[in-house]
């Protein structure tokens, strides 16, 4: 997401005969919406998504604006996250020795609020444990070289792209940048 000011002519003429601090005002309104654009983000979604705001916010890098560069943004790049990371159920590794049988299907939910799906691949899915301690869903694979395959869910871009969790974002960053001009433009005039 890109945050920049389209008048900046209209904080200019208010700032009156201090307009050569039009670009800093700009610059820091702009700074401040970025950084609550990356907050707003990891909050609609985790509202919408069985994932957290750490590992959402993880993924966001942020560019600030300068006096000479008026415009910000938020940026999210990621891998798909890992199935095991949102709600499997049965959530147990499947252990044989101890009579436990796997279930005959498992089943998950990405988006909150939806019903569970079941994982029907074939071969079957099946949730284990790795050396690394790292748990996860897995298939097997034909291929012998790589006898297991762990299936993922979508990345945290491709969850803020879902139009609810964007249509949100941006409100609030118009709102906030506004109100951020509003407030730094009342700062300097409260100075002089």
Known sequence: MKVEVDNIQE?????????NEAPSVIANAINRTVTNVKKNMAQETVQRYYTTSTEVKKTIKTSRATKTNLSGAAVS???????????????RPIHYSRGNVSPNVYKVSVKKGKERKPLDVNPKAFIAVMGSGHKGVFRR???????????FGPSVPQMLKNAEVMG??????????KKRIDAEIENILRRE
């Open 141 to 151: 694979k034909s291929s012998a070289a790589m006898p297991i395959k762990q299936l």
């Open 11 to 19: 904080v200019k003429k208010r700032l009156g005969v201090l307009c």
């Open 168 to 177: 949100r974002v941006q409100e609030e960053a118009k709102n906030t940048l």
């Open 77 to 91: 790049k990621a891998s798909p996250i890992a199935l095991s990371k949102f709600k499997v159920s049965p959530n």
